[in-house]
Structures are given as structure tokens and as C-alpha cells.
């Protein structure tokens, strides 16, 4: 029996950064109708976030208060990923909307930059992109103001950027020669985070052990979630974003700021990924790679829970995450030694992480077939027009 | 005059097939047969995507199928009879597993490298449609389709060897070794044939009506179905055809890079399988091959001087495609992209009569039925 | 008016339609008879657009029945629905943006529409035939080969009109034909739907009264999912239900008809 609610419990905890991980995407997804395949990266983002606050409490006048490093690293994380949400909004994003599968892409070119960004990131390569885009976009006030009307206009603006371009790389490997300024800040090998002494226990309820790192992430998450639901449903900024979910063009006549409130959503959405972010660097070491291993995860959580129900979400995760684990510990072995050899092959035909994964996915998929649109659909007349 | 235009790419397309054996060191007719191989994956997708407008992110499962299913037949043709494939010792396993069997045969194995994909993608793909699941949805779920393959394959050690993948240039065909530089241009050959063998299947597909009616779904679905068509059948039988092309390619690259491993159905080769699509310019064909031998082309240069950068570069023309081409090179081209620019600096070219009367539907509908004016209309 | 005494060719027997406790159409009775022509009409919010769906397959109701030709089409998908011959043109023209008009009735015009014989039949001269004669009905000869995509709003009226009886269906489904049309296109659609009626059964949901009166036919007045009263356009203006739900109660002010309010 202990070992039913041990199982259980492992099952709640990697359900629940499951959870974290597809809030918001869920936000983002189903308030707004965009895939962000770069919400993985997001994530990175704010796993490394957490890495580099925990150097800075290390050493130096914050050591004194390092164990409470965590706690400082959670709202950096959602203010770094949302911001470079909202840049991917303001950039990409807004360009391609109503075109979701041009939006799956192009994010999943920026998916790709992000990643190989952390890889090879340096001092020299920051301040080449820093003055690569300072003169890309000081550039055209600089030349005289006429060109501006001419017909190769276009022409002229894709060169000022292709040669500011240039010119960043030119320096970046310029300032590359110098020792200091060429190492890379995090490189292609994982980092790890030690956690706080006091996330590093276990509290014993029953005989059931819970290491406090879980538990933590399980508060972690409810909390979340709370502040996600109150922010949808009673804030005055939630509002208006279900408003708009709901009819655009209305919303417009009424008033609200539809731009602001797209470029909010998504902040909104990057930011937790930034915070889910936080909590998987409590699970172990990560890489540039984090994202590509949550993202379909991720995305058959929002399929499954139904898109634009928190509670789907919630459901649909600690569902996937819980079955998940279940089937790849083998536990169902020690809870039932005697069943059948038959139904014993199977289980331990799918009682690793990866098989376990197969037979989730594929019990979603038929599960599809009977549910199309996921635990939670969304009713009324609208939803095929 | 417009004789010439119809010939021309094929009597170049000859002259190529015959003189690049001879002049590209073997490597690199080698990487060029491979690249061309996988334009036939891309010609499949720009089937289903281009056309018919669903966006998979899981052929990678069927091009690895194929791959497997040659792969498994040259490690048995490799062995002296009555052994087995190497690895199998490694895992302590005594007897052949039952599914190997068939693959002892050649006509199996050429069966199954196309009709086995097509069937697992009839299958996929008729569970998905039917139950109306399309738009990114669609996306999704064949990325986890992937997912799921990928995780069997890679796990089952016992099985196909997991990780490692199954190796085959050590087989021999007619006596000869598949890796074997002879061998190799034979398949340079066969893949050059296999490519325009397969682009013209797909312009025979989305010429007539049939594909129409697949433009038709991607732009209009329910309206199609109050037409009294069943899209279902549709996108299943074209998902099929998708899947069964990318069988061939997975199949013709595995014999030519002499290894078939799991990652053929990782997630980031299948949506570069997009992205040559979109680079080369979707709904054009030709488009889809052109941007399977750039892209690929473009990546080995580029991972053979300064390989960090690639990604970059990669995720740099996902943007810009998507947002400045959307049409690919050839979209662009074909809609007069050449011109626009040679306009903007500065020597625009002449219209060839006065546009407004050009333009004119009933001056065109007259001008086709005189009969067509060399020089006229694009 | 006529009311005809032979079978009718479709009916809608006490149809409901709920979404989530919404009655978007309730107890609904309606029936054709062949030949027929028939309009419908009914404020904003009546169910008109539920209504054809329900014909079509798109919605199922909640509880009645639909008959066609002596079936129940409950159950039956959209697209099996449309080769029985059930045609629906659509409120907003939707035609095949990037296909020319040709190909647009070619898609439509009646015939197997199974793949494989899409894939490798052709069309026969009877078809070709018929998608040409139905070209110059509709005028769009001279614009076969253009994308209908750059048709005018009104080509794209007649475009899927055309399209429609390409199919050659028993029960034409006609939603809004004339919005956005001009006056002239307007008289010819009416003739044309006018002509229809006979061979056709024609169902015509139209906002635009002084065309339904120049249709000269029975009248259906839909208003909150259900029939609120049938008979000849000039019975059906002057009765006082049929004003109340157009125009409001006396007191309550205009509500349906017209943008006044909130100005």
C-alpha cells in the first residue's frame, strides 16, 4: 500500500512540472491560438536564469542569504523567458497570426536559434549582436532621407541590414582572439543547479519519503495555477484577454487594446515557461536540449486536456504524468506479483521512461478517437466556424 | 520556340545523370545521391502539404521504415546462411525474431520498403481524418506519431539493434559491396531515375481533377463535403502516397550513407523535411526536390567549415521563408521575384503590351481561343 | 398558393436543437413539396443558419427527425447527404479561391466523386457539356480561366450557384443568394431561382424582402427556432406576430431590424 502512494506521489511530481510546463502553453495556445514550438527554449531560458542567479548568490555579498537564491531566481525566470516572449510577439509572432502552421514553424526556427544561442554565447558574441542591431537600426537614419522614397528602397533597407550583419560578425570573431571575452558563459554541456540545503531533504509522511525538492515543485505548481486562474478570471487585465479570445473585432469597438493584450498573453505564457523552467533544474542537470524533450509532452497535454480549459490542463497532465511513471518504474510488478506471466511480459515490455512513453501516447491517440476534442471540449456553436 | 522549354530540363537532367559521375569525386556524388533522395520525401510532403494543406511533422516514421526495411534485408544478404546479424550476440538473442523472416526475401523487401509506410500511414491517417482532427492538431499529433516510433526503435535493442541502428555497406548485391564505389554511382543512377519517377507521379496526381480536389481541402474543406466528397478518403489515400515516397527515399538514402538508425524518425530531421518544402517554394514539385538538394547541400558545406553555425543558419531561413518567401524560391521566382528586384534597382523591365488590356479576362479568353501567341502570357 | 397534396420531398419533423441549453431550433416542422419554391425568413437569431444545418448533417438535433425522399437522414454524413441530393449554397460565397470557375463546377458538377475515379477517369462529354452550358448561364465564360479568387462578390454568388446545380440535387439549400448584389443582379438570380422551382426544389433564406416578393412564393417565418407562421409574402407582412418579432413591442422600441440604437 506504502508503495501505491509512493508511486503516487512520484507520479504527482512529475505530473505536476508537467503541469508548469504546459500552463503556459495552454495560455498561450488556447487563449491566443498559437503554437509556439519555442516554449521548450523558454523554458531553457529560465532553467539557465536560475543557473546564473545561483553563481551570483555564491560568491560575493549575497552569499550570506544563498539558500534563498530560489526564490529570487522564480520571478527572474518569468520576467527573462517573458521577455523574450514578448520580443518573439513584437518580432515574429504578430506577423503570422491566423496562419498557425507559418507560426509552428518560424517558431521552431527560433527554437533552434535559442538553443544554439546559449551553446555558443560569449562575451565577444553578445557585444557583436548587441552592435550588429544598434546599427541595423540607427543605420537608416543615418543615410539621407530621400533614399527612403526611392524605388530600391527595399533593397537598400535588406543591405543595411545584411551589412550590420557583417560588421557584428566581423567583431564578434575580431574580439574572439581575446581570451576573456571568447569563453563561452554557459557552452554546450549541462549545467547544474545545487539546490537550497533546505530543498535537499525529505519529509516523511507515513512511510511514504517525499524529497522536499518535489514537494516544492508540487507547491510550486498549485501556486501557479492559483495565480494563473485569478489572473484570467477576476484581474481587469484577464478579463480583457478573454474578451478578446472570445470576439476580436467586439473587443476592438469596445475599446481594448487588443495589440497590448496579445503581447500580455504571451508574456504571460513565456513567463511560466520561464518558472517551469526553475523547477526542472530541481530535478537534475540540463542542457541546451531541455526544451526538445518537453515540448511534444507538452503539446499532447493541451491536446488531451482540451484547448482552452485551465482545468484540462491540469487533468490531462497529472494524467500523463502520473500513468507515465507508473508504467515506466514497473511498479504495477511490486504492487501485483501474481498476475499473469502473460500481462507480466507485457508490463515489462513498457517499463522504461521511453516505452513507458510509447504506450502513453498511443493510449492518448485512441483515446482521441473516442474524444477528438480532448477531456474538457469547449462547447457552444462557435467551435468549428 | 516554346518546343526548346519542354525539352530542355530533360535533355540537361540526361546530361547530368551522365556527367557528374564522371566528374564529382565519388564522395561527393555520393552526398549529391543522397540529398536527391531525399527530394523524393520532400515531393511527398509538398503532396499533403502543399496541396492538400496538412502539415505532418511525422514522415521521418515512414522514410525510417523504409530505411529499416532495406536495412534488415542487407544485414541478412550479408550473412553466410544459417547465422546471425552480429548484434543480435551483443543482447544474448539465440533465434532470429519472427519478423525478420520475410526479409530474407528480395521481392518482400522491395514490396515492403513503399507499401509497408504507405499502410502504416493509411492507418495513422484515417484515424486522425475521420475523426475530423486537422490545422496544427494534425501537426501535433503526427510529431507524437514520431515521438512514439522513435522511442520503440531506439529502445528495442532485442529487435533492430535500438540505438545503434543497422549498418549496410558490408552487404553485397550481384556480387558487388553496397558501399563500393561502382555500387554507389549505379545508385546515383537509380535514385536520379526513382526522383523524376516520382515528381512525375505527383504532377499526374495534382494535375487532373484528383488534384483539384485536394486544393479544394486545403482551402475549402467543408465546403467540399457539401459538394458530396469525402475528404477523409481523400487525405487518407494522399497521406498514404506521401508515406509510401517517403518509404522509397528512406530507403534509397539508407543504402547510400550505409546506415539506418532511429535518428531518421528524431523530431528536428522531420520538420527539416519542412523546411525544404517551404525553402524550395510548396505546391510547385519541383520546388520540393530544388530544396531538398539546397538545403542539404548548404548544411554539409556549411557543418564542414563552421558546424555552430548551422543552426543558426537553419532556424535563420525557417524565419525568413515563412515570413518574407512564402512561396519558396520558386513561388517566388515564378511570380516574377527576379523582376521586382531588377525593377527596384533601377533598369525595370518592359511590359510587353499595354498591362490593363493584358490583364483583361475577355482579352485573354479571346487570345486562347485564337490559339496561343508565342511570347504572350507566362 | 398551392399546397400540394403528393408526398413531400423533405420534411423536418418537431426538430430541436440544443447547445448546451440553448434551443437554436425548437420543435421545428417544416416540409417541401417537390417542385417547390420556398422562402424563409426570420430575425437575427431565428435558427435560419441551424436550420440548414441540420438538412445538411453539419448539426444533429437533439431530438426530432428530417426525412428526405421517405429516409431519415439522422446520422448520415455531410457528404453522403450531398451525393442523396441535398446542394447548399453558403451565406458567404465559398468557392474555390484558387481554382478557376471551370474547375470549380468541374469539381461540383455531378458524378462519381470517389478518388480513384477522380484520379483516373475523366470527365465525360456529357459533364464537360454541362459545366460549359452552366458557365454561360451564370456568365462567367469569359472568366473560366481566371482564379476565382479575383471574381467580383457577385461572380462569386453566381459561381457557387452555378456550382450547385452542377450537382443537380433534388433540394437546393439557397442561404442569403443576393446579399451584396446589385439591383439588376438581384432581378436575375430571382429569375433564375424562379426558373429552378418545378424541377428543383428550392429553399431560399434571404434577409432582403423585396426580393423574396419578387420571388412570388409561400413564405416561412422562423423566430426563436420555430415556425411562427407560413403563408404568401402579403399574409405574412401583415400579421401583427410576424411584425411584433421584426419590429418589437410597441413600447420596447425597434430591436432587430435596424443599427439605431447606440449611436
Same mark, same amino acid.
Given at each position: 500500500?506504502?508503495?501505491?502512494?509512493?508511486?503516487?506521489?512520484?507520479?504527482?511530481?512529475?505530473?505536476?512540472?508537467?503541469?508548469?510546463?504546459?500552463?503556459?502553453?495552454?495560455?498561450?495556445?488556447?487563449?491566443?491560438?498559437?503554437?509556439?514550438?519555442?516554449?521548450?527554449?523558454?523554458?531553457?531560458?529560465?532553467?539557465?536564469?536560475?543557473?546564473?542567479?545561483?553563481?551570483?548568490?555564491?560568491?560575493?555579498?549575497?552569499?550570506?542569504?544563498?539558500?534563498?537564491?530560489?526564490?529570487?531566481?522564480?520571478?527572474?525566470?518569468?520576467?527573462?523567458?517573458?521577455?523574450?516572449?514578448?520580443?518573439?510577439?513584437?518580432?515574429?509572432?504578430?506577423?503570422?497570426?491566423?496562419?498557425?502552421?507559418?507560426?509552428?514553424?518560424?517558431?521552431?526556427?527560433?527554437?533552434?536559434?535559442?538553443?544554439?544561442?546559449?551553446?555558443?554565447?560569449?562575451?565577444?558574441?553578445?557585444?557583436?549582436?548587441?552592435?550588429?542591431?544598434?546599427?541595423?537600426?540607427?543605420?537608416?537614419?543615418?543615410?539621407?532621407?530621400?533614399?527612403?522614397?526611392?524605388?530600391?528602397?527595399?533593397?537598400?533597407?535588406?543591405?543595411?541590414?545584411? %551589412?550590420?550583419?557583417?560588421?557584428?560578425?566581423?567583431?564578434?570573431?575580431?574580439?574572439?582572439?581575446?581570451?576573456?571575452?571568447?569563453?563561452?558563459?554557459?557552452?554546450?554541456?549541462? %549545467?547544474?543547479?545545487?539546490?537550497?540545503?533546505?530543498?535537499?531533504?525529505?519529509?516523511?509522511?507515513?512511510?511514504?519519503?517525499?524529497?522536499?525538492?518535489?514537494?516544492?515543485?508540487?507547491?510550486?505548481?498549485?501556486?501557479?495555477?492559483?495565480?494563473?486562474?485569478?489572473?484570467?478570471?477576476?484581474?481587469?487585465?484577464?478579463?480583457? %484577454?478573454?474578451?478578446?479570445?472570445?470576439n476580436?473585432?467586439?473587443?476592438?469597438?469596445?475599446? %481594448?487594446?487588443?495589440?497590448?493584450?496579445?503581447?500580455?498573453?504571451?508574456?504571460?505564457?513565456?513567463?511560466?515557461?520561464?518558472?517551469?523552467?526553475?523547477?526542472?533544474?530541481?530535478?537534475?542537470?540540463?542542457?541546451?536540449?531541455?526544451?526538445?524533450?518537453?515540448?511534444?509532452?507538452?503539446?499532447?497535454?493541451?491536446?488531451?486536456?482540451?484547448?482552452?480549459?485551465?482545468?484540462?490542463?491540469?487533468?490531462?497532465?497529472?494524467?500523463?504524468?502520473?500513468?507515465?511513471?507508473?508504467?515506466?518504474?514497473?511498479?504495477?510488478?511490486?504492487?501485483?506479483?501474481?498476475?499473469?506471466?502473460?500481462?507480466?511480459?507485457?508490463?515489462?515490455?513498457?517499463?522504461?521512461?521511453?516505452?513507458?512513453?510509447?504506450?502513453?501516447?498511443?493510449?492518448?491517440?485512441?483515446?482521441?478517437?473516442?474524444?477528438?476534442?480532448?477531456?474538457?471540449?469547449?462547447?457552444g456553436r462557435m467551435v468549428e466556424a | 520556340?516554346?518546343?526548346?522549354?519542354?525539352?530542355?530540363?530533360?535533355?540537361?537532367?540526361?546530361?547530368?545523370?551522365?556527367?557528374?559521375?564522371?566528374?564529382?569525386?565519388?564522395?561527393?556524388?555520393?552526398?549529391?545521391?543522397?540529398?536527391?533522395?531525399?527530394?523524393?520525401?520532400?515531393?511527398?510532403? #509538398?503532396? @499533403? &502539404?502543399? !496541396?492538400?494543406?496538412?502539415?505532418?511533422?511525422?514522415?521521418?516514421?515512414?522514410?525510417?521504415?523504409? $530505411?529499416?526495411?532495406?536495412?534488415?534485408?542487407?544485414?541478412?544478404?550479408?550473412?553466410?546462411?544459417?547465422?546471425?546479424?552480429?548484434? !543480435?550476440?551483443?543482447?544474448?538473442?539465440?533465434?532470429?525474431?519472427?519478423?525478420?523472416?520475410?526479409?530474407?526475401?528480395?521481392?518482400?523487401?522491395?514490396?515492403?520498403?513503399?507499401?509497408?509506410?504507405?499502410?502504416?500511414?493509411?492507418?495513422?491517417?484515417?484515424?486522425?481524418?475521420?475523426?475530423?482532427?486537422? $490545422?496544427?492538431? !494534425?501537426?501535433?499529433?503526427?510529431?507524437?506519431?514520431?515521438?512514439?516510433?522513435?522511442?520503440?526503435?531506439?529502445?528495442?535493442?532485442?529487435?533492430?539493434?535500438?540505438?545503434?541502428?543497422?549498418?549496410?555497406?558490408?552487404?553485397?548485391?550481384?556480387?558487388?559491396?553496397?558501399?563500393?564505389?561502382?555500387?554507389?554511382?549505379?545508385?546515383? &543512377?537509380?535514385?536520379?531515375?526513382?526522383?523524376?519517377?516520382? &515528381?512525375?507521379?505527383?504532377?499526374?496526381?495534382?494535375?487532373?481533377?484528383?488534384?483539384?480536389?485536394?486544393?479544394?481541402?486545403?482551402?475549402d474543406?467543408p465546403r467540399?463535403r457539401f459538394t458530396?466528397?469525402?475528404?477523409? *478518403?481523400?487525405?487518407?489515400?494522399?497521406?498514404?502516397?506521401?508515406?509510401?515516397? *517517403?518509404?522509397?527515399?528512406?530507403?534509397?538514402?539508407?543504402?547510400?550513407?550505409?546506415?539506418?538508425?532511429?535518428?531518421?524518425?528524431?523530431?528536428?530531421?522531420?520538420?527539416?523535411?519542412? @523546411?525544404?518544402?517551404?525553402?524550395?517554394?510548396?505546391?510547385?514539385?519541383?520546388?520540393?526536390?530544388? $530544396?531538398?538538394?539546397?538545403?542539404?547541400?548548404?548544411?554539409?558545406?556549411?557543418?564542414?567549415?563552421?558546424?555552430?553555425?548551422?543552426?543558426?543558419?537553419?532556424?535563420?531561413?525557417?524565419?525568413?521563408?515563412?515570413? *518574407?518567401?512564402?512561396?519558396?524560391?520558386?513561388?517566388?521566382?515564378?511570380? $516574377?521575384?527576379?523582376?521586382?528586384?531588377?525593377?527596384?534597382?533601377?533598369?525595370?523591365?518592359?511590359?510587353?503590351?499595354?498591362?490593363?488590356?493584358?490583364? #483583361?479576362?475577355?482579352?485573354?479568353?479571346?487570345?486562347?481561343?485564337?490559339?496561343?501567341?508565342?511570347?504572350?502570357?507566362? | 398558393m398551392?399546397?400540394?397534396?403528393?408526398?413531400p420531398v423533405l420534411e423536418l419533423r418537431q426538430v430541436s436543437v440544443s447547445f448546451d441549453g440553448f434551443l437554436a431550433l425548437n420543435d421545428l416542422n417544416l416540409s417541401l413539396a417537390?417542385?417547390e419554391l420556398r422562402a424563409v425568413i426570420g430575425p437575427n437569431g431565428a435558427g435560419k443558419t441551424t436550420f440548414l444545418d441540420v438538412i445538411t448533417g453539419k448539426v444533429r438535433p437533439t431530438k426530432g427527425d428530417v426525412v428526405f425522399?421517405?429516409?431519415?437522414l439522422l446520422?448520415?454524413?455531410e457528404?453522403?447527404i450531398a451525393?442523396?441530393?441535398i446542394g447548399r449554397k453558403f451565406q458567404t460565397p465559398r468557392?474555390?479561391?484558387?481554382?478557376?470557375?471551370?474547375?470549380?463546377?468541374?469539381?461540383?458538377?455531378?458524378?462519381?466523386?470517389?478518388?480513384?475515379?477522380?484520379?483516373?477517369?475523366?470527365?465525360?462529354?456529357? +459533364?464537360?457539356?454541362? /459545366?460549359?452550358?452552366?458557365?454561360?448561364? /451564370?456568365?462567367?465564360?469569359?472568366?473560366?480561366? +481566371?482564379?476565382?479568387?479575383?471574381?467580383?462578390h457577385?461572380?462569386k454568388q453566381?459561381?457557387e450557384i452555378?456550382m450547385l446545380?452542377? +450537382?443537380?440535387p433534388y433540394v437546393l439549400l439557397v442561404d442569403e443568394p443576393v446579399a451584396g448584389l446589385?439591383?439588376?443582379?438581384t432581378?436575375?438570380t430571382g429569375?433564375l431561382l424562379r426558373?429552378l422551382a418545378?424541377?428543383h426544389t428550392v429553399l431560399v433564406i434571404e434577409h432582403d424582402m423585396d426580393f423574396i416578393r419578387e420571388l412570388d412564393c409561400p413564405v416561412t417565418v422562423l423566430h426563436e427556432g420555430h415556425v411562427l407562421c407560413e403563408g404568401p409574402m402579403d399574409a405574412v407582412q401583415?400579421d401583427?406576430r410576424v411584425i411584433e418579432v421584426y419590429l418589437g /413591442?410597441?413600447?420596447?422600441?425597434v430591436e432587430d431590424s435596424g443599427v439605431?440604437?447606440?449611436?
Amino acid at each position: 500500500m506504502d508503495l501505491l502512494y509512493d508511486t503516487l506521489f512520484n507520479g504527482l511530481a512529475i505530473g505536476s512540472v508537467l503541469v508548469l510546463a504546459a500552463l503556459g502553453l495552454a495560455v498561450v495556445f488556447g487563449l491566443m491560438g498559437v503554437i509556439n514550438m519555442a516554449h521548450g527554449e523558454l523554458m531553457m531560458l529560465g532553467a539557465y536564469t536560475t543557473f546564473v542567479v545561483q553563481n551570483l548568490f555564491k560568491n560575493g555579498p549575497l552569499q550570506g542569504i544563498f539558500p534563498l537564491y530560489i526564490l529570487v531566481a522564480i520571478p527572474l525566470a518569468f520576467l527573462v523567458s517573458g521577455l523574450a516572449g514578448l520580443l518573439l510577439e513584437k518580432t515574429v509572432i504578430r506577423r503570422l497570426y491566423g496562419r498557425p502552421l507559418e507560426t509552428l514553424l518560424a517558431t521552431w526556427g527560433v527554437s533552434l536559434i535559442l538553443q544554439q544561442f546559449v551553446r555558443s554565447v560569449s562575451s565577444a558574441f553578445v557585444i557583436g549582436l548587441l552592435v550588429a542591431v544598434a546599427l541595423g537600426l540607427v543605420a537608416p537614419r543615418l543615410l539621407p532621407r530621400p533614399w527612403g522614397q526611392r524605388r530600391w528602397a527595399p533593397v537598400l533597407g535588406v543591405a543595411t541590414w545584411v %551589412i550590420a550583419g557583417l560588421v557584428g560578425i566581423a567583431l564578434a570573431s575580431g574580439l574572439g582572439g581575446v581570451r576573456v571575452l571568447d569563453q563561452p558563459w554557459f557552452s554546450a554541456r549541462n %549545467i547544474d543547479v545545487t539546490a537550497p540545503v533546505w530543498l535537499r531533504g525529505s519529509v516523511d509522511l507515513g512511510a511514504v519519503n517525499m524529497p522536499t525538492a518535489r514537494l516544492f515543485i508540487i507547491a510550486l505548481t498549485a501556486l501557479a495555477l492559483v495565480a494563473v486562474h485569478w489572473f484570467l478570471q477576476k484581474s481587469v487585465w484577464g478579463i480583457r %484577454i478573454r474578451a478578446v479570445t472570445q470576439n476580436r473585432s467586439m473587443s476592438d469597438c469596445l475599446g %481594448i487594446p487588443t495589440e497590448t493584450v496579445d503581447a500580455l498573453t504571451f508574456l504571460v505564457g513565456s513567463g511560466l515557461a520561464g518558472v517551469a523552467g526553475v523547477a526542472v533544474t530541481l530535478l537534475g542537470s540540463v542542457g541546451p536540449n531541455l526544451g526538445g524533450n518537453y515540448i511534444v509532452d507538452c503539446f499532447m497535454v493541451v491536446v488531451l486536456g482540451g484547448v482552452g480549459k485551465l482545468l484540462g490542463t491540469v487533468v490531462a497532465a497529472l494524467g500523463i504524468g502520473v500513468l507515465s511513471y507508473v508504467i515506466g518504474s514497473g511498479s504495477l510488478l511490486l504492487v501485483w506479483p501474481a498476475m499473469p506471466a502473460g500481462l507480466n511480459e507485457l508490463i515489462t515490455f513498457f517499463a522504461t521512461t521511453s516505452m513507458a512513453k510509447v504506450l502513453v501516447f498511443a493510449l492518448v491517440v485512441v483515446f482521441l478517437q473516442f474524444r477528438p476534442a480532448g477531456l474538457f471540449p469547449q462547447k457552444g456553436r462557435m467551435v468549428e466556424a | 520556340m516554346a518546343k526548346w522549354r519542354t525539352w530542355l530540363p530533360w535533355l540537361l537532367l540526361v546530361a547530368a545523370g551522365l556527367i557528374l559521375p564522371a566528374i564529382l569525386p565519388p564522395f561527393r556524388l555520393n552526398l549529391l545521391g543522397r540529398f536527391l533522395s531525399l527530394g523524393i520525401v520532400a515531393l511527398g510532403i #509538398d503532396l @499533403i &502539404w502543399g !496541396f492538400t494543406g496538412m502539415l505532418s511533422l511525422g514522415q521521418g516514421i515512414f522514410f525510417a521504415l523504409g $530505411g529499416y526495411a532495406v536495412g534488415m534485408h542487407l544485414q541478412l544478404l550479408a550473412l553466410p546462411p544459417g547465422e546471425l546479424p552480429e548484434f !543480435f550476440g551483443l543482447y544474448g538473442v539465440k533465434a532470429l525474431p519472427a519478423f525478420w523472416q520475410p526479409f530474407h526475401s528480395p521481392l518482400f523487401t522491395g514490396l515492403c520498403i513503399w507499401v509497408l509506410p504507405a499502410l502504416v500511414a493509411g492507418v495513422l491517417g484515417y484515424l486522425v481524418f475521420r475523426n475530423r482532427i486537422k $490545422g496544427v492538431y !494534425f501537426s501535433i499529433l503526427t510529431q507524437a506519431a514520431l515521438l512514439v516510433f522513435f522511442n520503440f526503435f531506439n529502445g528495442q535493442q532485442k529487435l533492430i539493434n535500438g540505438t545503434n541502428g543497422l549498418k549496410t555497406d558490408t552487404a553485397r548485391i550481384f556480387g558487388e559491396l553496397v558501399g563500393s564505389d561502382a555500387m554507389q554511382r549505379n545508385l546515383f &543512377w537509380l535514385t536520379l531515375v526513382l526522383v523524376v519517377a516520382a &515528381w512525375a507521379l505527383c504532377r499526374w496526381i495534382t494535375r487532373g481533377r484528383f488534384g483539384d480536389a485536394l486544393i479544394a481541402i486545403r482551402d475549402d474543406e467543408p465546403r467540399l463535403r457539401f459538394t458530396g466528397y469525402n475528404p477523409t *478518403a481523400y487525405k487518407t489515400l494522399v497521406f498514404a502516397i506521401a508515406g509510401a515516397m *517517403a518509404g522509397v527515399s528512406g530507403a534509397l538514402y539508407t543504402v547510400q550513407s550505409g546506415i539506418v538508425s532511429p535518428q531518421y524518425m528524431a523530431v528536428p530531421f522531420s520538420i527539416e523535411m519542412v @523546411i525544404w518544402v517551404a525553402v524550395g517554394g510548396r505546391g510547385t514539385l519541383i520546388g520540393a526536390v530544388l $530544396g531538398a538538394v539546397l538545403i542539404n547541400y548548404a548544411k554539409s558545406l556549411v557543418s564542414e567549415q563552421l558546424p555552430e553555425t548551422w543552426l543558426f543558419i537553419q532556424g535563420g531561413l525557417f524565419l525568413l521563408v515563412v515570413t *518574407a518567401l512564402p512561396d519558396g524560391l520558386v513561388g517566388w521566382w515564378r511570380q $516574377g521575384g527576379p523582376r521586382q528586384i531588377q525593377a527596384m534597382v533601377g533598369w525595370p523591365p518592359l511590359a510587353p503590351t499595354y498591362p490593363g488590356l493584358d490583364l #483583361d479576362p475577355a482579352v485573354q479568353a479571346e487570345r486562347e481561343a485564337l490559339g496561343s501567341i508565342p511570347g504572350g502570357a507566362p | 398558393m398551392t399546397v400540394s397534396a403528393s408526398t413531400p420531398v423533405l420534411e423536418l419533423r418537431q426538430v430541436s436543437v440544443s447547445f448546451d441549453g440553448f434551443l437554436a431550433l425548437n420543435d421545428l416542422n417544416l416540409s417541401l413539396a417537390p417542385g417547390e419554391l420556398r422562402a424563409v425568413i426570420g430575425p437575427n437569431g431565428a435558427g435560419k443558419t441551424t436550420f440548414l444545418d441540420v438538412i445538411t448533417g453539419k448539426v444533429r438535433p437533439t431530438k426530432g427527425d428530417v426525412v428526405f425522399r421517405g429516409r431519415s437522414l439522422l446520422g448520415i454524413a455531410e457528404h453522403r447527404i450531398a451525393r442523396l441530393g441535398i446542394g447548399r449554397k453558403f451565406q458567404t460565397p465559398r468557392v474555390y479561391q484558387n481554382l478557376t470557375p471551370r474547375r470549380n463546377l468541374e469539381l461540383a458538377v455531378k458524378g462519381s466523386h470517389a478518388p480513384f475515379s477522380l484520379l483516373f477517369g475523366g470527365l465525360d462529354s456529357r +459533364q464537360r457539356d454541362r /459545366v460549359q452550358q452552366l458557365l454561360a448561364v /451564370v456568365g462567367l465564360e469569359a472568366h473560366a480561366s +481566371q482564379r476565382a479568387g479575383s471574381l467580383s462578390h457577385g461572380q462569386k454568388q453566381w459561381l457557387e450557384i452555378a456550382m450547385l446545380l452542377a +450537382q443537380d440535387p433534388y433540394v437546393l439549400l439557397v442561404d442569403e443568394p443576393v446579399a451584396g448584389l446589385s439591383e439588376e443582379e438581384t432581378e436575375r438570380t430571382g429569375a433564375l431561382l424562379r426558373s429552378l422551382a418545378g424541377d428543383h426544389t428550392v429553399l431560399v433564406i434571404e434577409h432582403d424582402m423585396d426580393f423574396i416578393r419578387e420571388l412570388d412564393c409561400p413564405v416561412t417565418v422562423l423566430h426563436e427556432g420555430h415556425v411562427l407562421c407560413e403563408g404568401p409574402m402579403d399574409a405574412v407582412q401583415s400579421d401583427p406576430r410576424v411584425i411584433e418579432v421584426y419590429l418589437g /413591442v410597441e413600447d420596447s422600441g425597434v430591436e432587430d431590424s435596424g443599427v439605431e440604437a447606440d449611436a
